[in-house]
């Protein structure tokens, strides 16, 4: 029975141990993203200040929203936070701008961007060649020169 209590309490020092050390491992993790995080905003505080005083005295909750958006960890959370709320506000009003359109205006809308998609794919293979090794289009540039592979390489490798 002695022997029992004694596997039983040391397998519970081992459950204690790694649930310790994974306790460990993520308050360390939140102690440095926090630290890295102070750390950027106080050192873009002085700038943001410069760029935005307006912001400050206008609307001050969003001049220090957007300031603890600069910081790297806090800041990813923000503007995806961000970026959601803008893309569900655009679909919106794009739906509701669409249910306002007749359904000739739609048709003529699908057909203006099904012959646009029909230009780029004729236009594309016809003027450019895509140089894989490089990931650069060569053909023509926007004014309509010429542009040479070599002229690429030249500028690509100095």
């Known amino acids: ?3 029992l209590l004694d596997i039983f309490s040391s397998v519970g020092y081992i459950f204690l141990g790694i649930i310790g ?3 460990l491992y993520f308050s360390l993790k939140y102690i440095v993203f926090i630290t890295i995080d102070l750390f950027c905003i106080i050192v873009s505080f002085p700038f943001y200040l410069l760029m935005h005083p307006i912001r400050l005295i ?8 957007y300031l603890l958006g600069r910081g790297p960890m806090l800041g990813e959370k923000f503007w995806d936070e ?3 709320e803008s893309t569900q506000k ?4 794009d739906a509701k701008n669409w249910s306002k359109l007749t359904p000739k205006e739609k048709a003529e809308a699908k057909a ?3 012959a646009m998609i029909e ?3 004729e236009i594309d293979p016809r003027n450019r060649k895509y140089v894989a090794s490089e990931g650069q289009y060569i053909g023509k540039d926007m004014w309509g020169n010429d542009i040479d592979e070599d002229k690429i390489n ?3 490798h100095y």
Do not use: G
Not at 58 to 65: L, R, V
């Open 112 to 114: 203006f961007a099904k």
């Open 21 to 23: 050390l994974i306790l």
């Open 58 to 65: 206008t609307n001050p909750i969003k001049f220090f929203k």
């Open 119 to 121: 230009w780029d794919e």
């Open 154 to 156: 030249r500028i690509l």
């Open 1 to 3: 029975m002695d022997i």
């Open 82 to 84: 961000e970026l959601k």
């Open 90 to 93: 655009y679909r919106e009003r």
